[in-house]
C-alpha cells in the first residue's frame, strides 16, 4: 500500500464503528425498542387459509373491548389499497380474497399486547375455501389467481448458434428450497402521529423512500406529511426491502390519533416478510473434448408466491447468470417467475445469482465427471475474463479475476482431520455418528452477481456532507442493517477532506433525499460516491474561499490531497475552512443500463463481483449427517476499504450459504408454513460454523468510486453449492436438490 | 403459538424484582408477562432482545442467580426472589467490560441484535471457565444466534479475552 499522509481512520484502515459502543452496551436503540409514553400496540389479523374467499368480517366484538382503541380493514385505507416495491399488486388488507397463510386482513391497537392478541382473536372471520395453487410449474395454465395473472415475468435469452453443440452433452434437473433471511430484529417500528395530522414513522427498514412513498399513497397523504425515520435494523438480508407493518401502523396511528408500536413475533415474521424463491432447473451443457463450453440451455421456474414483489427484477437476475462465471457463444435461458398461492417471495441477498449458481455448478461439476477433467482445471479453462462477452451479449468492461478467485480458494491449507470428539463429528452430540464411518470430501463452487439495479433503471444516491468547526457531518438516508456502512461513510470523509472528527447523521426522509435501498451490494458504490463526491464538492468550496480570502484567482488556488496549496502557503483543508459552514447536498448515478430486447440482448448491468469458495465436509452416509469442516474462498473486491468489516461480510455471508445447503428450508406443504420458528428453521449456531479462510482480490474496478465493489452478495452465492458438491464429493450421492437432508444423502 | 379462548384478566399483581442490583417496583402487572416483557416495557431497560420469544436464539440471556437463562421463557412473577442481571450491568460505567471491548475491536459486530445476549453468555463462561477448549466455546454459545457474522469474529473476540486475561499478572 502506498504510503501517504492521511487522516487517521481513513480508507483501508481497521476505523471503529461509530455504532459500536452502544451496541455491545446494550443502549444501541434498534426498532423494536422505540416506546414513547402513552402508546398503543398494534398487532395484526392474519389468513389461516392460502386461498380462500372473505365471506363475512365483523369487527365488532374486537372494538368492545376494554382497551382496544382502533380496528382497521381494507374499508378505512383512504388512499392506494395496493403496494408493493416494484408493482402495487398486494393488498393493504385482503377484501375479498385471501392469497396466502398470513396475508393480513384488519390490525388493531390496543394499551396491551396481550389486549391487542386477545382483540384478534373476537374479529370474526368466515371464509369459503378455494383450492391453493402450489404447484409453480402449473401455474402458467391455472385460473388467474390475481387481477394481474399467474406469470409475473418471463425472460428469454438468446445468443449464438442454436446449432451449436459438442462431443459431450450432460443434462440435469436441479431444484432449491425456499429459504428465509431470519434477521433476528423482528420487523417493527413505531408511528406517532403529529398535531398537524402527519406521521412520523421510525421503523427498520433498508429503503426509507420506498416505503415513505408507498405509506404515504396508501394514506392518500402528501409523501411530506410521512416522515420516515430509521431505527435501528437488527439484520436485513433483503427482507427488509418490501413493506411489511409500515402501512399498518401508520394508519393505526392515523386512526388512533395515538402513537402505535408494531412488533412481530417470530412466527409472524416467517409470514410477514418475503423468502428467497424456491426454483426447479433443467439445464443443459454442451462442451469440446478439452472442456470449452459450447452451448448452455436452461429452463428455470421461480415461485414468486401471492405477490410480485421484486420477482422481476429476481428472474432477470436468474436468466442473465444462469449460465455462471463462464465463458459461453451459446445460450437459450427461458427464465419465468409465477404467482402461487405460497408465500410471496422476493429480494434475500444474492437475488437470484443463489438458485441458479446451484443449478449451473452442479452442471459443470457433471461435465467434468462426464469428461474425466479435473473440476477446477475445467472452471479455470471457462472462466470469464475482461473483454468476454455475456449471454446478454454484454461486454465485461471491469475487473474480472475469476481465475484468480478460484485459485485464491484453492491455495489455502486443506483442514486436519477432525479431532475426535462427540461434539466435532456430523450430527455432533445429538445424533451421534460412528467416527470410522465418517468420509470427507471436498467440492468447489464459482459464483457472478451483478451491482447495483439493472436493466435500466435510474438508480441513484443522495448524501449531504457538511463542514463546520472542524467537524464533518454525513446526512445520508443509506439504511444501515448491520453490513458497516456507516463506518465507511466516515472512512470517504476523512480520506477526502483530511477531517478525523466525522458524524455520520441517518437522515430522515424530510433532511434528505433517496439514497436507494440498502441491497444489490450497492450502498458502498451508491452512497460511498455520493459521500465521496459531495466531500470533493466541499473541498472545491474551501479552495474558493481561500480565494476570495487571499484575493486570489480560482486558478491559483488547488488542492494536493487534502492540502489547500496557494502560490504562498500549503495549508490542510480542514484548517483552511471559512468561519461559515459549508454544506453540500448532491447526487450520485452510475453509468445507465438498458432494458433487455426481446433476445435478452442489452448491456443491463452497471459492474460484476465474483466468488469461489472451496468447502471440506465430514460426512456420516448412512445416517446422511454432515459437518462442513471449512470453506475457503478468493473473493474479488476491487479494493479493501475496511479489512475487518470486509472479512465479517465474506464470513457471515458464507455461513448463511452454507445454511442453506444444509439445514435451512422454510418447509411449505400445500401453502402452509409448517416450521415458522427457530426451533424448526435451523439456522448454523456456534457448533456448525466451520472454519473460514478467505483471500480478497484487490483488482480496482474503473468505474467504481476508489475501485471497491460490493463486497456483500458475492459470499453467499457459491459457498453453499460448494458444500453440496463436497457432500457429493464424500458419498457418490447424487445431490439434485438444496438443502440437502440427510435421507438425500443416506437414501441417495 | 397456541391460541386460547379469550377469558378474564388474571388478577393483576403487584410485586418487586432485584434487577443490576436494584430493587425495581413493578405494578399492576398481569402475572402471564415474561421477565423479557418486564426487563423492556416495565422497566425501560431494553439491552436484552427480542429474536424469537421462544428460548431459540439467547438475544435475550440474563443470568437469574448467575445462571445464564432466556429471559422471554421465563415469568417476571417467578423471579421474585432472584437477582437478576442484564447486559446493562455488564460495563462499568463508561468503561467497557473486556468483553464488549473484544466483541468490538475483532469485528464481532455487526447489526448488533444479538450482542448483549452473547456479551452476557462470554462473561459467564469466561467467569466460570477461563481457559475453554474452542469446542467448549462452541458448547458453551450454541444457544445464541448470530445471523450476519459467521461466528468467526465472535470466536476471535473470546480468545483475544482469554489470551489478555492469561497475561495479567
Known amino acids: 500500500m502506498a504510503v501517504r499522509d492521511r487522516a487517521r481512520g481513513g480508507l483501508g484502515t481497521e476505523a471503529a464503528r461509530p455504532d459500536g459502543i452502544p451496541k455491545v452496551r446494550g443502549d444501541f436503540a434498534f426498532s423494536s425498542d422505540l416506546h414513547v409514553d402513552g402508546m398503543l400496540w398494534g398487532r395484526t389479523l392474519r389468513s389461516p387459509h392460502p386461498h380462500a374467499r372473505i365471506r363475512t368480517l365483523d369487527v365488532t366484538p374486537a372494538l368492545a373491548i376494554a382497551g382496544v382503541s382502533a380496528v382497521i380493514t381494507a374499508d378505512d385505507v383512504p388512499g392506494e389499497l395496493h403496494y ?108 406517532i402521529p403529529a398535531e398537524d395530522g402527519s406521521i412520523d414513522l421510525h421503523v427498520a ?160 461439476d457433471l461435465l467434468a465427471a462426464e469428461l474425466g477433467m479435473d473440476p477446477v482445471e475445467l472452471r479455470l479453462h471457462n472462466a ?60 468447489l463452487a464459482v459464483g457472478i452477481k451483478n451491482l447495483m439495479y439493472s436493466e435500466g433503471e435510474n438508480d441513484t444516491a443522495s448524501a449531504t456532507v457538511r463542514l463546520a468547526g472542524g467537524v464533518a457531518t454525513v446526512k445520508s438516508a443509506a439504511a444501515e442493517v448491520g453490513q458497516g456502512f456507516v463506518t465507511i461513510a466516515q472512512q470517504i470523509v476523512r480520506e477526502v477532506l483530511g477531517v478525523e472528527e466525522v458524524v455520520f447523521h441517518s437522515a430522515s426522509t424530510a433532511e434528505v433525499a433517496s439514497a436507494g435501498s440498502t441491497s444489490a451490494s450497492r450502498q458502498t458504490w451508491m452512497s460511498g460516491g455520493a459521500v465521496a463526491q459531495a466531500s470533493r464538492l466541499v473541498a472545491a468550496a474551501i479552495c474558493q474561499a481561500v480565494a476570495l480570502r487571499e484575493g486570489l484567482t ?195 | 403459538m397456541t391460541e386460547t379462548n379469550p377469558t378474564a384478566w388474571p388478577a393483576e399483581s403487584t410485586y418487586a424484582l432485584r434487577v443490576n442490583g436494584t430493587e425495581h417496583q413493578v405494578p399492576d402487572s398481569w402475572v402471564g408477562e415474561s421477565l423479557l416483557h418486564v426487563l423492556r416495557e416495565r422497566l425501560g431497560l431494553y439491552g436484552s432482545k427480542n429474536a424469537c420469544e421462544q428460548g431459540e436464539c439467547g438475544s435475550c440471556t440474563v443470568l437469574v442467580d448467575g445462571r445464564p437463562v432466556c429471559a422471554c421463557l421465563e415469568l417476571a412473577a417467578g423471579c421474585i426472589d432472584a437477582d437478576v442481571r442484564t447486559v446493562e450491568c455488564v460495563a462499568a460505567g463508561e468503561l467497557l467490560h473486556d468483553v464488549q471491548a473484544a466483541l468490538l475491536a475483532e469485528g464481532g459486530v455487526q447489526c448488533g441484535f444479538c450482542t448483549p445476549g452473547f456479551v452476557v453468555a462470554i462473561s459467564e463462561l469466561l467467569d466460570r471457565s477461563p481457559d475453554p477448549g474452542p469446542l467448549e466455546v462452541r458448547e458453551a454459545l450454541s444457544g445464541n444466534l448470530c445471523r450476519c457474522t459467521g461466528y468467526s469474529r465472535i470466536f476471535e473476540a473470546v480468545t483475544s479475552v482469554v489470551e489478555v486475561r492469561r497475561g495479567r499478572p
Not at chain 1, 148 to 167: E, L, P, Q, W
Not at chain 1, 298 to 326: E, K, L, W
Open chain 1, 84 to 191: 408493493g416495491l416494484i408493482s402495487a399488486d398486494q393488498p393493504v388488507f385482503a377484501r375479498d380474497v385471501v392469497r396466502f397463510v398470513g396475508e393480513p386482513i384488519a390490525a388493531v391497537a390496543a394499551d396491551h399486547p396481550e389486549t391487542a392478541r386477545r382483540a384478534l382473536e373476537a374479529i370474526i372471520v368466515e371464509y369459503d375455501v378455494l383450492t391453493p395453487l402450489v404447484d409453480a410449474e402449473a401455474a402458467a395454465g391455472w385460473e388467474p389467481i390475481h387481477p394481474d395473472g399467474n406469470v409475473i415475468r418471463s425472460v428469454v435469452i438468446r445468443r449464438g448458434d442454436a446449432a451449436a453443440t459438442g462431443d459431450v452433452i450432460v443434462e440435469g434437473t436441479y431444484e432449491i428450497g425456499m429459504q428465509d433471511q431470519a434477521f433476528l430484529g423482528p420487523e417493527s417500528g413505531l408511528a
Open chain 1, 554 to 748: 480560482p486558478e491559483e488556488v488547488s488542492l494536493d490531497g487534502t492540502t489547500v496549496v496557494t502560490p504562498t502557503a500549503r495549508i490542510p483543508l480542514a484548517d483552511a475552512v471559512p468561519d461559515q459552514p459549508i454544506e453540500i447536498a448532491t447526487t450520485f448515478h452510475h453509468a445507465p443500463t438498458e432494458p433487455l430486447d426481446e433476445d435478452g440482448q442489452g448491456d443491463a448491468d452497471v459492474s460484476f463481483a465474483f466468488a469461489a469458495h472451496r468447502a471440506v465436509v465430514d460426512v456420516d452416509p448412512d445416517l446422511g449427517l454432515v459437518r462442513v469442516v471449512q470453506i475457503t474462498t478468493g473473493q474479488d473486491v476491487g479494493r479493501v476499504l475496511h479489512p475487518t468489516q470486509l472479512l465479517g461480510q465474506v464470513e457471515g455471508g458464507t455461513v448463511q450459504g452454507m445454511g442453506l445447503a444444509v439445514m435451512e428450508e422454510i418447509v411449505v406443504q400445500d401453502g402452509f408454513v409448517k416450521n415458522p420458528s427457530f426451533t424448526d428453521y435451523l439456522l448454523p449456531t456456534t457448533l456448525d460454523a466451520p472454519e473460514i479462510l478467505a483471500t480478497f482480490i484487490e483488482e480496482p474496478e474503473p468505474d467504481a468510486p476508489f475501485g471497491a465493489k460490493g463486497v456483500g452478495e458475492p459470499p453467499i452465492i457459491s459457498s453453499g453449492p460448494a458444500v453440496v458438491a463436497a457432500i457429493r464429493d464424500a458419498t457418490g450421492a447424487p445431490l439434485r436438490r438444496m438443502p440437502v437432508r440427510p435421507a438425500d444423502v443416506a437414501l441417495g
Open chain 1, 384 to 443: 470469464l475474463r475482461t473483454g468476454d462477452r455475456l449471454p446478454t451479449g454484454q461486454v465485461l468492461r471491469g475487473a474480472a479475476p475469476v481465475a484468480e478467485c478460484i485459485r485464491a480458494a484453492m491455495a489455502h491449507p486443506m483442514p486436519d482431520a477432525s479431532p475426535d470428539e462427540v461434539l466435532a463429528r456430523p450430527g455432533g452430540a445429538g445424533r451421534t455418528s460412528t467416527a470410522t464411518e465418517i468420509r470427507r470430501g471436498t467440492g
Open chain 1, 205 to 364: 427498514t433498508q429503503w426509507t423512500h420506498s416505503d415513505r412513498d408507498q405509506v404515504a399513497a396508501c394514506l392518500a397523504m402528501p409523501t411530506d406529511m410521512i416522515r420516515l425515520h430509521l431505527a435501528g435494523v437488527g439484520g436485513a438480508f433483503g427482507a427488509r426491502e418490501d413493506v411489511s407493518m409500515q402501512v399498518h401502523a401508520s394508519l393505526l396511528a392515523k386512526v388512533a390519533r395515538r402513537p402505535v408500536k408494531m412488533s412481530y413475533l417470530r412466527d409472524e415474521s416467517f409470514v410477514g416478510h418475503v423468502h428467497r424463491h424456491p426454483a426447479r432447473f433443467w439445464m443443459r451443457h454442451h462442451a469440446d473434448r478439452d472442456g470449452t463450453l459450447r452451448r448452455v440451455e436452461v429452463r428455470t421456474t421461480f415461485d414468486g408466491g401471492a405477490y410480485a414483489s421484486s420477482s422481476m427484477a429476481v428472474i432477470g437476475n436468474a436468466a442473465r447468470f444462469s449460465v455462471g462465471p463462464y465463458r459461453v457463444e451459446s445460450v437459450d435461458i427461458e427464465a419465468t417467475a409465477v404467482r402461487t398461492n405460497n408465500p410471496p417471495c422476493g429480494a434475500m441477498r444474492g437475488f437470484g445469482s443463489v438458485q441458479v449458481c446451484f443449478a449451473h455448478e452442479s452442471q459443470m
